[in-house]
């Protein structure tokens, strides 16, 4: 039975407090875009995807995800621990040297959930489309989840991976951009203004939809499902997910400046205070 709104969120709060702890407990990682897409990737998990029980790496008979811009690890390490891919007491040992948890997922340690290695951004898509075109041939209907930084796709390979998704009609993908317009140096337009990102993906064929509240829940649930309803006719889908890079700690949000910084004791403790734990989950 999938949780109700109210559980999304509660679940949403521990997360949120699970990725303020771990980048602040060695003083590294990058809260700021995992905060910013602390909801997509639970509603993701425990709402929209059809998963099975445990974990293979070949993932037949249930939809796969990978995440691209890697570095928001402390999210997906969260989401996937308080998922039940491995123990929640692990999240301890985040960044720690013979840790499974790097700062970037990577594969050689065999972390349950984790398919790729995404060290180098921009290459996400790439994998995502074989792994969909792999479900094809293999006759298994399920779709593939793909997430990338909107300063992502300043990367070549992407657009190479965009037009061949489209030109091969690969219909049983959804890849979503975290569109918060920021990224380490400043916001996306001061890095390099890439314009309309919707026209430059309905112009490579795609078929694109919005999520204007990409922090709401609800909002998650009905685009994602809108994305769905879309995939099998022909066209590869791409959801824009508006969201606020630090979402949920005021002192983060509207600045790109906690890209890649973590908080001192002081500013932890007003993080979690914001966040308190109401859910029945507990911190590791």
Known sequence: MKPNTQQLNDLTIQVRRDILRMVHAVNSGHPGGSLGCTEFLVTLYQNLMERKEGFDMNGIGEDLFFLSNGHISPVFYSVLARSGYFPVSELATFRLINSRLQ????????????????????????????????????????????LHGDGELQEGQNWEAIMYASAKKVDNLIATIDLNGKQIDGTTDEVLAMGSIRAKFEAFDWDVLEIEKGNDIEAIIAGMNDAKSRTGKGKPVCVLLHTEMGNGVDYMMYSHAWHGKAPNDAQLDNALGQNYNTGGNSDY
């Not at 984790?114 to 779709?143: F, M, W």
């Open 103 to 146: 700062g970037h997922p990577t594969t050689h340690d065999s972390l349950p959930g984790v398919r790729i290695a995404s060290g180098s951004l921009g290459q996400g898509l790439s994998v995502g489309i074989g792994a969909a075109q792999a479900k094809k041939l293999n006759g298994d209907n399920h779709i593939i989840y793909t």
